[in-house]
């Protein structure tokens, strides 16, 4: 699966998502992009990740192409984030497009 890390997640996330292909929007450049970073990211990925708890009553999020993987974390620590690896992995494959999934342990 194509996964794609938002601003608020360290590009170190990535290299625990084992079996998937992810970058991060800083690899990409898109770390100044704000209504339109979703648009980018459906058109070259199945799965965004993120930490902003209120992305889905800011942002209309039906009918879009791309899963959305909220991580419930206590920070943006790489030792807090390690707690969800799992989580994550096992949630990878089932999200729906246009969908929000929260991702906690």
Do not use: K, Y
């Amino acid at each position: 699966m194509r996964v794609v890390l938002d601003a608020n997640l360290p590009v170190a996330f990535g290299a625990f998502l084992v079996g998937h292909n992810v970058e991060s929007v800083h690899q990409r450049g898109w770390s100044d992009l704000n209504g339109e970073l979703l648009d980018a990211c459906q058109r070259e990925f199945d799965a965004f990740l993120t930490l902003d708890q209120s992305l889905r009553h800011q942002q209309n999020l039906r009918g879009r192409p791309i899963a959305i993987l909220v991580l419930d974390a206590r920070s943006n620590r790489m030792q807090d984030l390690e707690t969800l690896v799992q989580a994550v992995i096992a949630a990878l494959p089932s999200p729906l497009p246009g969908e929000v999934t929260l991702v906690n342990v």
